[in-house]
C-alpha cells in the first residue's frame, strides 16, 4: 500500500459529504456533483499491485485514525460510481410508467392512443436504490494473494454498485424514439447476440425505428454509408453466426462529427458496442450530446475477447475465445507429442492483457509455459524459457508453450506504428520466439522440431457459445432498460454473477490485467509447472 498524501479540497468534499444527512443513499444530484469534483482533484488511492484500491480510482486522502473513515469512504465511493441521468441536465424530464410488461400476448408496434399499457401489480422492475456489492472478499491481510486493499490493515469496507434491469419509470416515449446501435474496435464472438436482443427489447417497450449504423464510427460520417433498418424478424437468425451484422472498423469521424450526425439523424438512445478506445468515444458522444442539451441516452456494452475492461467478471466473447483456442492448443499439443522432441507454440491475442492466454493454458492442461505481456521472463540465460524447453525435452521429450500477443515485446524492434484507432501495433513475438528456439537448438546441435500455430482471428470471428449467448442476451436486454430508465453515459457489466450499471469512466480508466499476485496466475502456474524465468 502506497502512503497516500493529503489532497487540497478533499477535506471540502468529504465535509460535504459529512453534512449530508442520509443513512442511505446520497440524492443523485449530490451524488453527481461530488463524482464530478473527486474526478477533478484526481483522488486516488493505490494498492501495492498498481489496482486502484476499490476498483480503479479510489477515495483517497484517507485518515484511517478517523473513527469515520469507512463510512466517509463509501459515501465517496457512492457519488463517484453514481451513474449520468438526464435529468441531471433536463431538470423537468417527465417520467411516464414503462411500457416494459411481459404480461403483453404482442409486442407493442402500434400507437399508444388508449394510453401506455402497464401492469402495476407486476413486481418486476428493478428498484433504483438496488445495489450490488463489487468487492466480495474480506481479505485479513495485505498480503494474502490477489489482495486489493484500502488501508494498511486491509480493512473490509462495503463497496456498492448499481444494479441494472428495467424500472418502474421510463423518460422516453417509445414511439418518440429512435434506437441506433453500432458495433466498434475487433470482432468479437457475441456481437450478433447483443444487436439482437437490443432490437427485440427496444420492440417490447414499443419501439419501431431501430436503426443499425454500419462499420463502427465511420458509418455516422461516411456518405456511401446508410443506416440498416432493423427489426425483429431482420435479426431473428443474427446469433447463429459470428461477425457484426454491422460491420466494424477503427478509426473514423470526430466525436463533433459523429453528434451532428445522430442529430441530423434524429437519434435518442445510441447503444456502442466496443472495447475500451469505443467506450472513450461513448463516453465522448454523452460528454457533446449533454453540451449541446440534446436529450441522447448514451449506453455502452463492452465487448472484447481480450477480457480487458475493468470491474467486471468477464467480458462477452471471451469464454468462446478461450474455447476455441483450445483446438490450437490441442493440435500443437499433438504436432510437439507426436514429433521426435517436439516443441509446439501457440501465439494468442491479447494486446496489454494475458487473460486469453492464461485461461486457454489452464482450460487444456496442455500447457508447459504460459507467457504474459504482465509477467517478465527471459528467453536466455540459466533462468530463460530456452533452457526450461531444453530441461522438458530431456525429461517429457515434448513441450507446448502458450504465448500472448503482448508478451516479449521488449526483446522485439520498436516500430511506432499506430493502426487507425490510435493503437499501438505490436511486433510478432510467436514468430520472433519460433525463430529463437530454432536458433538455440541449432546452436546447441540437438534437435527439436518447431512447429508453431497463430490461430489469431478464428478465436474470435466465431459464433458465441451458450454461456456467452446468455451473457450477451442478458447484457444487450439491461442496456435497453439502462436507455429507458433516463440513464446515458454509462455502460453494462456482470458483477459477482449480478447485473450492473457503470459510469463509463471508471471502466475505461486503465486496461485490466492479469495481477501476477493472483490466485489465478498461481493456479496457471500450477498446472504449468512452469518456473519463474528471471
Ligand atoms: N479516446 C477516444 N475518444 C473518442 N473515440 C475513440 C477514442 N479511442 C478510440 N476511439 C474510437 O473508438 C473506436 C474503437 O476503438 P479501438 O479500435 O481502440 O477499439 P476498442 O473499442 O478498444 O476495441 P478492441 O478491444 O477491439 O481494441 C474507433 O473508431 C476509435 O476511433
Ligand atoms: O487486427 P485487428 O482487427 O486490429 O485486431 C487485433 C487486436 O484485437 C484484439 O483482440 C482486441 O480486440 C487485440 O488483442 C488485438 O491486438
Ligand atoms: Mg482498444
Redesign the pocket.
Known sequence: MESLSPVIGQKAILQTINNTNHNHFLTSVTLRNLNRDCRRLRIRVVSKNGDAAGAGTAGGGIDSSDPDWKLKYQKEFEARFSIPHINDVFHDAVSYPSTFCLKMRTPITEKFAEGYPSDEKWHGYINNNDRVLLKVINYSSATSAGAECIDSNCSWVEQWVHRAGPREKIYFKPEEVKAAIVT???L?PGLNDVIRQIVITLEIYGVTRIVGIPF???GFSEEDLAEMPLSRKVVQNVHLSGGSLLGV????PK?SDIVDSIQEGGINMLFVL????????AN?IHDECRKRRIKVAVVGVP????N?IMLMDKTFGFDTAVEEAQRAINSAYIEAHSAYRGIGIVKLMG?SSGFIAMQASLASGQIDICLIPEVPFNLHGPHGVLRHLKYLLETKGSAVVCAAEGAGQGFLEKTNAK?????AVLGDFGVYLQQEVKKYFKELGETADVKYIDPTYMIRACRANASDGILCTVLGQNAVHGAFAGYSGITVGICNTHYVYFPIPEVISKPRVVDPNSRMWHRCLTSTGQPDFI
Open positions: 466498434c474496435g475487433g468479437c463502427g464510427y465511420r472498423s477503427r478509426g473514423g466525436v466496443g472495447g475500451n478506445g469505443t467506450h472513450a468515444g465522448a465487448k472484447t475477447i481480450d480487458d494486446r493502426d487507425a484507432s490510435g493503437n
